[in-house]
């Protein structure tokens, strides 16, 4: 190979690479298999490929890339790293851990290779000590690292220190306050401890989520998570409903106590409902009603507004219209709870970490 050629293949990796940094993956897929066409004994090529790949959702692609890239630098840790993320976008997570520790094997002193071992461990949910040991040893060789800070705390939230965990993704964002994952892993924190009487760390959990997407627009399990945020919202609500209904059922009679307490029972959701709409940003606030009333959650949010309505409608009623009215909301609250999306795994989060 030339001087001229290998300064124009140099040109060509570094500009894939800066396509796949940008997340602009499809353009370094094309550029790379035009480079590999040319030069097939390129192992970078091959590495870049498949991370290429990988960011475009295509793992199979991505895992023969890497076995590639393998089979031309087996001493470089490298295409073990990449391999190992592609089993493990393939749920092959025995394989993608054997890829990793094959990957501190061939470079023990790289904090990615540590970091990636730590990954494939805390997805599979095993091996917890050794998790949070190699997640140590990785921010030990890169301290000022954000990413290998975050995968500790995820280590520490996977053996229950919550409060090492916390300190954890702060410290990722004290070095970076743009990074992502650490926004998204604080807002699960916060839902994780959000009650029914804590309604404002459900407001910093919806917030938590938007600064992440706001980091990193690309963030689409952040993205999906202001949802969940909103089907917390609307299922705690549904209970408080119920507890209202079979708590103005006990009240027997036509009286006006008897039709005024559900109503001022109706005071404990709606002050839940108040003090999480305060906490949130204008705009958020505006998102958020946005989210709630299209798209998947449209459906589950008319209900539960249909049951508040009927709530209030029925604790008025006179007579068997108060029976009535009651049971309805109690059967639109039930829809409302029946028709939220299942929720996804807290897991989510760390399962398309980068090789």
Known sequence: MSGDTTQEVQLQLERAQALVALGRSEEAV???????????????????????????????????????????????????????????????????????????????????????????????????????????????????????????????????????????????????????????????????????????????????????????????????????????????LSYLIFLIVWLGSRIRGDTLGARIAPLLLLAVPAAFAVRFLSRLAPDLRKQTAYVAFHGKLAASSIAQTVAVALLILGAVAPGEGRSIGLGLAVLSSLCARLLLPRRRSLLSRIRRARA
């Open 30 to 236: 094309s550029m790379l298999h035009q480079l590999i066409a040319s030069e097939p004994e390129i192992a970078p090529a091959w590495c870049l490929l498949a991370q290429a790949q990988g960011g475009v959702g295509d793992a199979q692609a991505a895992l023969a890339a890497a076995e590639r890239a393998t089979a031309l630098a087996p001493e470089n840790d490298w295409p073990h790293r990449l391999r190992s993320a592609a089993l493990q976008q393939l749920g092959d997570l025995d394989g993608a851990i054997a890829a990793a520790r094959e990957a501190v094997a061939a470079d023990p002193d790289n904090w990615r290779t540590h970091r990636r071992l730590a990954i494939c461990m805390i997805v599979a949910k095993r091996d917890a000590g050794d998790a949070l040991q190699a997640a140590e040893r990785a921010v030990a060789l890169a301290p000022n690292e954000p990413s290998a800070h975050h995968t500790l705390g995820a280590a520490h939230e996977m053996r229950g220190n919550h409060d090492e965990a916390d300190r954890c993704f702060r410290q990722a964002l004290a070095l970076d306050p743009q990074y992502s994952p650490a926004h998204d892993a604080l807002a699960h924190r916060q839902l994780a401890a959000s009650g029914f009487g804590r309604a404002g760390n459900l407001a910093a959990a919806a917030t938590g989520f938007r600064d992440a997407v706001r980091a990193d627009p690309r963030a689409d399990d952040s993205a999906t998570n202001v949802e969940r945020v909103l089907q917390v919202f609307i299922a705690r």
